[in-house]
């Protein structure tokens, strides 16, 4: 599976950004997928997960009712929907998918730099 990012870019505080992640291969066996991000300096942090089957989602505390995390099955494609950004949400977000097999694949990531 390869899975290719896109959509970040420099937005002021208070702007909206979507991100984009792009799946080829066997995607058939993706099970969930996955936000995170990493700021310089900083560990990588997970932002939001949502399932393949269902489209459960789950959020982290600091980007709840700002973020939207989805999915298009058929365009094996996921977003994350990005509101009200705030300078600390800076940093390079890489998207994740979990095959059924346990195996975890990642972009390369995309910057996004909210600008105060």
Same mark, same amino acid.
């Given at each position: 599976?390869?899975?290719?990012?896109?959509?970040?870019?420099?937005?002021?505080?208070?702007?909206? /950004? $979507?991100?984009?992640? +792009?799946?080829?291969?066997?995607?058939?066996?993706?099970?969930?997928?996955?936000?995170? *991000?990493?700021?310089?300096?900083?560990? $990588?942090?997970?932002?939001?997960?949502?399932? !393949?089957?269902?489209?459960?989602? +789950?959020?982290? %505390?600091?980007?709840?009712? $700002?973020?939207?995390?989805?999915?298009?099955? &058929? *365009?094996? !494609?996921?977003?994350?929907?990005?509101?009200? /950004?705030?300078?600390? %949400? !800076? &940093?390079?977000?890489?998207?994740?998918?979990? /095959?059924? !097999?346990?195996?975890?694949?990642?972009?390369?990531?995309?910057?996004?730099?909210?600008?105060?």
């Amino acid at each position: 599976v390869q899975l290719v990012e896109s959509g970040g870019g420099l937005v002021q505080a208070g702007g909206s /950004l $979507r991100l984009s992640c +792009a799946a080829s291969g066997s995607t058939f066996i993706i099970n969930a997928w996955g936000w995170y *991000r990493q700021a310089p300096g900083k560990q $990588r942090d997970l932002v939001a997960t949502i399932t !393949t089957r269902g489209g459960s989602a +789950a959020y982290a %505390d600091s980007v709840k009712g $700002r973020f939207t995390i989805s999915r298009d099955n &058929a *365009r094996n !494609t996921m977003y994350l929907q990005m509101n009200s /950004l705030k300078p600390d %949400d !800076t &940093a390079v977000y890489y998207c994740k998918a979990v /095959l059924t !097999t346990g195996w975890i694949h990642w972009g390369q990531g995309t910057q996004v730099t909210v600008s105060s």
